[in-house]
């Protein structure tokens, strides 16, 4: 686990990170799982998530899983205004159940059907939903790099839609987190936002829209549509029962159609039903006893009539996945897995049988389809109902066992991160999931499924780490997993050195270089005697805390350990092994910043040309030796070569991996220190004023490298005369 790579060179500024081959044997197991055997992981690993393209959309663009229209839709039309013109932001609020969603996705398909330019649909049940969502649009539009952060991609999603939102529309479904929905939601222009929220402080969000229960007339609309029985009085009870919610009312309605049942009948089911026993009421949920009844009515009338089991199995694999949805081809492979039969039986399930069972199940009103059919969802009511049901028969475990090893099928598969970014972070939140409903019901007769939920969460955080995404995201999830390690397994288990390594990693990133380094030593005085001194875990500690001693400014303990580590990497590793060449760049750095430059050029150069030799003059991680090379020219007062390097490495970055990466404008950064060393003021201001703006937005404004940029235009701003200028940017620091 302790594979990860190590960022190098530069000065002031955060370098690229360095990826390292994971040598046979020493990869991240999550499980005995095998991909091969199974087709339809690598189905939905290709297909489900969409692909990110750096070429715009055509037009019209639609983006995540807008639902389907339901049977006997009540269309509320006085709820929504339809056209462009509208506020810009409106909040959809009521009670759980009564349709919130629905309106919100009538709307979307109404502006679907009249062409508008973009429909996007974000399930925001937590902020890192609304990141990965975000994330979704920026691809389906064409903006953006797959490897910026998420909150960068958001950031520009916002600042798109404020230039050009017109006959534009973006859903934010669910929202909890209104905080940290708030800097991603447009401040101007014409796009028009719709955000569904059970919290009704979510008002001050925008113009708020009430969305309430059923009226009786449009409860006995809807059962007369879906039910067709002339009893007006047997409606209105049953309506009444049920409070007019209506979730429950669609579930009612096609367990009494389908089994063609009086109303008196079906109340007198309802009401025997003990749901109290399994289902306990939960603060904020103000709807009735009779919601919850009418589900489970719902969901075994749907299985009796389903001789294969797999509407039962189906709907429980469904409830303990992310609400934002769950495709086919993941139910396919689990049904080809055996994981959807009935308990007791293991025979495959293929995906005829499985689209029966999502048709029946839908029928039911117990899902609904996207509506490009890819995608099933459930109402989070729906789906803790199934899952408590499958707590108390004590079946839970069993099946999030066999989820748990489906996803274990589905990372082996994705390999290296980024190869599928979207693919990656999709399988990430799957994955953060599952561990958050099934966490409560494990207990220390389930260790195996806790054992494979914990590994699949190092691989989560691993990969969280090579993608460079969230800071806040890796940090959350980091900080949980090592707890959750430590208890489970000890301070000293080499699982638990991993996580905590990666999270060290995350609060590196994040520039909280304080605790990156408490953790680091931490990390590598335990694997020291737990591992020895020359394993390739213990070196990677030794680099990466080299590393952060260097940010920290405290390059007496950096240079001895990077000296230390590298003779031991070259002397067990080898010269040219990725890991050695990755610590020689982070070694030289260090003699960089230390002012000892004749000794930098030497290791960069040796690493350049193995680099050149063994990957091509254009590999990031060649790219990434050229930059260093090209800053300790700079730093020794060779500025031709300095200027001549950093224009070559930043063209070859802008082209592989866009204008607004990490690495970028960390060579962004240096060009335009280099120019104004070279006395090329405005060439310098112009870089500088540019990398600090698209820093901000990557980084946030208080980074240490955002405040770099800041100093270094400021200093700029202050040669070239512009006082006031320099005195303002200042002041904002």
């Given amino acids: 686990m302790g594979n990860s790579p190590e960022m190098s060179g530069g000065t002031g500024a955060r370098e690229p990170v360095i990826r390292v081959e994971i040598p046979a044997g020493q990869g991240i197991q999550v499980g005995d799982h095998s991909a091969q055997d199974n087709k339809y992981i690598r189905t939905y690993i290709e297909k489900q998530v969409i692909q990110p393209s750096r070429a715009p959309a055509a037009e019209p663009v639609v983006a995540g899983e807008v639902p389907q229209q339901p049977p006997a839709f009540q269309l509320r039309p006085e709820l929504l205004a339809s056209g462009p013109g509208v506020s810009l932001v409106r909040v959809v609020i009521g009670m759980r159940g009564v349709g919130k969603t629905q309106v919100a996705a009538a709307y979307a398909r109404s502006c679907i059907d009249e062409g508008w330019r973009l429909v996007a649909w974000i399930d925001a049940g937590d902020a890192a939903k609304v990141l990965n969502g975000l994330a979704v649009v920026a691809a389906r539009l064409g903006i953006g790099e797959h490897e910026a952060g998420l909150e960068s991609i958001g950031e520009l999603v916002r600042n798109r839609l404020e230039a050009d939102g017109e006959r534009c529309l973006v859903v934010f479904d669910n929202v909890t987190d209104l905080d940290g929905l708030r800097p991603f939601l447009p401040s101007a222009g014409h796009c028009q936002v719709l955000v569904t929220s059970s919290q009704l402080d979510a008002g001050g969000l925008g113009e708020m829209v009430a969305v309430d229960v059923f009226t009786e007339q449009e409860a006995l609309s809807f059962l007369a549509q879906r039910i067709r029985r002339s009893d007006e009085a047997g409606a209105r009870e049953l309506a009444g029962e049920l409070g007019f919610l209506p979730l429950a009312l669609a579930q009612a309605a096609a367990v009494i159609a389908t089994q063609h049942l009086d109303y008196p009948t079906y109340l007198a089911r309802l009401r025997a039903v003990p749901v109290q026993d399994i289902l306990m009421r939960m603060t904020g949920e103000p709807y009735p006893r009779s919601a919850a009844e009418a589900i489970v009515l719902a969901l075994d009338a749907v299985a009796d009539g389903d001789q294969t089991g797999l509407c039962r199995g189906v709907m429980n694999m469904v409830a303990l996945l992310s609400a934002a949805g769950v495709s086919r081809a993941l139910l396919y492979a689990a049904g080809h897995e055996g994981l959807l039969r009935q308990p007791g039986t293991d025979a495959a399930a293929g995906p005829e049988s499985i689209d029966e069972a999502l048709g029946r199940l839908a029928s039911a009103s117990l899902l609904t389809f996207s509506v490009d ?216 750095a260090t003699y960089r910043a230390a002012g000892r430059f004749n000794e930098a050029i030497r290791l960069l150069e ?83 004023e540019r990398t600090l703006a698209d820093r901000k937005q990557a980084l946030g404004a208080t980074h240490p490298d955002t405040l770099a940029t800041c100093g270094h235009l400021a200093a700029a701003y202050q040669a070239a005369g512009r006082l006031g200028e320099a005195e303002a940017l200042q002041n904002r620091k």
Wanted: overall charge negative; charged content about 25%.
């Fill in 606 to 688: 040796h690493t350049l040309a193995h680099r050149e030799q063994l990957l091509g003059s254009t590999h990031p991680h060649t790219l990434t030796s050229r930059n260093s090379l090209a800053a300790t020219y700079r730093a020794a007062g060779q500025l031709d070569e300095a200027i001549d390097l950093f224009e070559w490495t930043g063209a070859d970055r802008e082209q592989i991996l866009g204008d607004t990466h990490p690495d970028t404008l960390t060579t962004r950064f240096h060009l335009a220190r280099t120019y104004q060393a070279a006395g090329r003021l405005d060439e310098a201001i112009s870089l500088f």
């Fill in 373 to 588: 059919d890819s995608t099933v969802a459930a109402h989070r009511l729906t789906t803790r109902v199934a899952r408590e049901r499958q707590a108390d028969d004590g079946s839970l475990p069993a099946l999030g066992a066999g989820v748990a090893g489906l996803l274990s099928g589905v990372t082996q598969s994705l390999a290296e991160p980024w190869q599928n970014r979207p693919a990656a972070r999709d399988a990430v939140q799957q994955i953060m999931v599952l561990h958050e409903h099934l966490a409560p019901y494990l207990n220390e007769q389930d260790a195996a499924g806790a054992g494979t939920l914990l590994r699949l969460r190092r691989w989560a955080i691993w990969c969280l780490d090579e993608l460079g995404g969230s800071f806040a995201q890796a940090i959350e999830y980091g900080q949980a997993l090592v707890a959750d390690d430590e208890r489970v397994l000890g301070d000293t288990h080499p699982d638990t050195l991993a996580a905590r390594y990666h999270l060290a990693r995350a609060y590196r990133a994040a520039g909280r270089f304080d605790e990156a380094i408490d953790l680091l030593e931490r990390t590598l005085a335990d694997r020291t005697p737990l591992l020895g001194d020359t394993h390739p875990d213990t070196l990677k500690s030794g680099n990466s805390l080299g590393y952060a001693y260097r940010l920290a400014g405290r390059l007496d303990e950096a240079i001895p350990l990077l000296e230390r580590t590298l003779a031991d990497s070259e002397r067990v590793l080898g010269d040219t092994h990725p890991d050695t060449l990755a610590v020689r760049n982070n070694l030289a």
